[in-house]
């Protein structure tokens, strides 16, 4: 009779697995596997779950745990060797800390007796064919640890250090450390069971409940079933696992922490014990090594990631895990993944506010539930009620940790909670220093900070935001969840106000110590304070909110809030400025002036410019010279001829803007006149400089470039970067525009320098100007992929500071890059975002004949003159009406379009366009697109072509004159086609008809043969 195949070899073959496969999987040889499907053998345990993990099934329907398949002695014996060589081992090439084989004494190869209680306790009392084979695997001894109902997600990396440590016989006790909720019980329990057949005589588990350090030896002598009375407790344990190879696993130790001495004692006593430690805590003694536990991985959000990226995401995983044990029909899809994925990034990878905020899928959808993460202790407080009190609410498991602090700890841990990011040290310390100051009497005034925070980091309160191995400065950083806690604590103890007071001082004083060295400083030091101030930005946001929040004090506090935020504008403007940071510095600097009720200052004054020059940089020009006239006035009465110099000369910039040419002269004349009056070497180079730009901007380029080359000379001298900086770049770009064959070789050379000013002292602007200009010099030349490249950049960063007029022109270049490359659909996007922005300035700007010429230019490349002749038109009368002066070099160029246009067309066609395109304005343009000639010319000519002949030249039938017209037009051959109401075939028959006739072979010679024969 044919035996019955065994369920494990099915189950494989189904898969289309091998045998090898299979063994490879669970760690064993392919003999082995052979022998588990002939029923010759059964698997170890450990064996026994990776099979039902690898197969998805459970042992018995894998056929593991039947009557017939019970394995003789000597069966067991040849597993327990491969078990015991496989513990013996350990691939441990992966793992730093592990530098030596696991540790196994004597009892491990021969188990020692046990005491009769104990092998009561430990062996099965029951005949079932488990219950058996449990009984012949003396080394899997679990003792009251909690089963696992579901699997662990996202520690395999945990596991896996984990494991190592304690193979290591040098490493006795490990410590799991982590701030609340991180899952440190979940883990040491998963540990527990696999690290099972490891341990001879098996692993204790032991939940501390007391928190009486006193009470924690007999606790564990009760879980070990030790009850002698007469004996003391530790040396009952001592007595006991003197000989044994076990491991024990303590859980909660945070709350006995007082009861370390006792292990390192327990330890010395017994040298095969190993000790895993679960506490919120480190106990500092000699063998501790501590293993800090992270929040879960997150996905990363600022990247476009499809529904199977976010999905295997350890965060959003454990979510769908819960959600799922809920509602079951609970899926991630297209349209929620983001979400998930952004309510997992809010929850900071915590596992236990993950499963709280996944407990209520049944009654929030995913959007409703991430709008609620604002207020997370309110909303995540549905843990299971098996779970110990502590972990059923997010409020409840940091009430624990903060009500373990001392007094003088809890305020520190409340004040602490106002750092709204990741902080330095030496902000920590200046905060408290300020706060000290305030404290006058605190009773907490005398409070060691260094010691605090450092305390804080054991109690896993506080975590360092940089790894050991950085020379910078470690910061440290609370989880939001715990930092919301600490600011309840703080409004309940009515301590907010002084503590934010202190808090918007430390970071003002940090920011004007920032401003003033982004004056005086070197370039590498201003690269380095900018860097510094994006770092702390976070905070400096918090404190501008501060600022301009409502107080209920008296008025003079309301004042003297309201000069701090005055400070804080005059200090951040050159940062908002280099790193783009336009409408956000705009918004606090408006807020901040509606505000102020106090008397007229040097600040207020200095505000008032500063303000001018960012909102003049997002296209408000008018408000722009309100601005300066009234910081003009504020200085002139405050004496400052420096400052009223330097605003004069930016009110010469906005006429200069305005296009009052005349206006902005006269001005910079005066503010030079101040400027050598004070003696002020670098106002003069400065106000030089604009007056170049009067130069360029009029046509004269050779007087601009000599007056350039003696700004440049005079910004050397004072070495003066920022005016060094712009006076290169407006001297290349004259270089550039003033001539239709530049000196690119001297033009890169003096972008070079300017962009290695600007990486030097951190100018983020300074870069993305000196790219935008090589992207153009690039152009010129040719070089279409260095010019695509540099212009991206470029733009990257105009795009997100705000600045419309500069992005609006930068991507007009980019528009003549892709219809340098041919493509055309692009250009034309490109071409018609730049009007759009154009539009959106408050002034006329040049910006708008910069787009349509760009749009000529795609005109003639796709061969539609009549539209490129309109749109030209009304290009040079908005550069005339507006006194806008094209560079000389790209006149050249359009001279020369225009010149072959009207040869090509005919000089009363082309004067019939020019003079329709002339009274248009940008939009009408835009939409002639395909408009024919003016009417009264049509006429004309047809008029003329019918008294010439009666019938069309080369024969053209009067269909095929039709599609001609058409495609003179600029229209490809569908759009002839649907005008017509043809197919696109009969139009391509059309016009290999009409090349056949006339004898040419291209659309542009078919255009020049129209216009010829007066056919448009």
Known sequence: MRMKTHPLKVERELRGWSQARVAEAVGTNVRTVIRWEQGKSVPYPYYREQLCALFGKNA??????????????????????????????????????????????????????????????????????????????????????????????????????????????????????GEAGIGKTQLSIQLAHELALLFTHGICFVHLTTDDAEQVMPLIARELELQDDNVPAREQIKQFLHDKHMLLVLDNFEQVVQAASDLEDVLT????????????????????????????????????????????????????????????????????AATLADICVRLEGLPLAIELAAARVRLMPLPLLLSRLSQSLELLTKGLPTLPERQQTLRSAIRWSYDLLDEDEQYLFRVLSVFVDSFALEHAEAFFALLAADMQDHQHKALNVLDGLDSFVDKSLLYSSVSTSDVQEPRLAMLEAIRAFGREQLI???????????????YLDFAEKAGQELISSQQTRQAAWLKRLEQEYA???????????????????????????????????????AHGHLREGWTFIEQALLRYEGAVTSTLAQV??????????????????????????????????????????????????????LKAYYLYEQALALYKEEGLEQGIANTLLNMAFIMQTRGDYQQARTMLEEVVTRQRAVQN??????????????????????????????????????????NRMG??????????????????????????????FYREGGDMQVTGQYIAVLGNVALAEGKYAEAQRLFEESMSLAKRLEEKTELVAVALEGMAHLAVQQGNHLWAIRLWAVAERWRDDNQMYEMPGQVAVHERELARMQEFLGKKAYEALWREGSVMSPDEAISARYAPLPDQQTASLTTRSRKKTSSYPAGLSAREVEVLRLVSQGLSDAEVAEQLQLSTRTVTTHLTSIYNKIGISSRAAAVRFAAEHHLL
């Open 60 to 177: 018995r329907e894998l056929g593991l745990l039947t009557e017939e398949t019970i394995p003789d002695e000597e069966v067991v014996a040849t597993e327990a060797q491969e078990m015991q060589e496989r513990q013996e081992s350990p691939d441990t090439s992966s793992i730093p800390f592990a530098p030596s084989l696991p540790f196994l004494p004597p009892a491990a190869v021969a188990p020692a007796p046990l005491a009769p209680s104990t092998a009561t306790m430990m062996l099965p009392t029951t005949n079932s064919p488990t219950d058996d084979i449990q009984a012949f695997v003396n080394s899997f001894l679990l003792w009251n640890v909690p089963p696992i109902f579901t699997p662990l997600i996202g520690r395999e990396r945990e596991l896996d250090d984990i494991k190592a440590l304690l193979a290591n016989d040098y490493v006795r006790l490990v410590t799991l450390t």
């Open 269 to 336: 006593a017994c040298p095969f014990i190993k000790l895993l430690v679960t506490s919120r805590v480190v106990l500092h003694i000699a063998s501790e090594y501590q293993y800090r536990v992270l929040p879960l991985a997150l996905p990363n959000v600022k990247e476009h990631l499809d529904v199977f990226a976010i999905e295997r995401s350890p965060a959003v995983e454990l979510f769908v895990q819960r959600a799922r044990s809920l509602l079951p029909t609970f899926q991630i899809t297209a349209s929620n």
């Open 492 to 506: 309940a103890h009515e301590e907010l106000e002084h503590v934010q007071y202190a808090y918007a001082g430390c």
């Open 539 to 577: 905070h400096i946001r918090a404190t501008m909110e501060w600022m301009l929040s409502t107080t209920q004090q008296s008025s003079s506090v309301a004042v003297q809030r309201q000069e701090m935020a005055l400070r804080l504008c005059n200090a951040l403007s050159k940062f908002w400025l």
């Open 608 to 661: 008032c410019s500063l303000g001018a020059q960012i909102v003049m940089r997002l296209g408000n020009i008018d408000r722009a010279a309100s601005l300066l006239e009234q910081s003009k006035e504020y200085f002139e009465t405050l004496g400052d001829k420096g400052n009223m110099a330097a605003t004069i000369r930016l009110l010469g910039w906005i006429a200069h803007q305005k296009n009052l040419a």
């Open 721 to 762: 970067t920022s005016g060094t900086f712009s006076a290169l770049y407006q001297l290349a770009e004259v270089l550039l525009g003033g001539e239709e064959h530049p000196p690119f070789q001297k033009i890169r050379a003096l972008l070079n320098e300017g962009l290695a000013l600007a990486e030097t002292s951190g």
């Open 767 to 796: 870069v993305a100007s000196m790219q935008g200009l090589l992207g153009r010099v690039a152009l010129q030349e040719g070089k279409l992929d260095e010019a695509r490249s540099l212009l991206n950049h470029c733009l990257l």
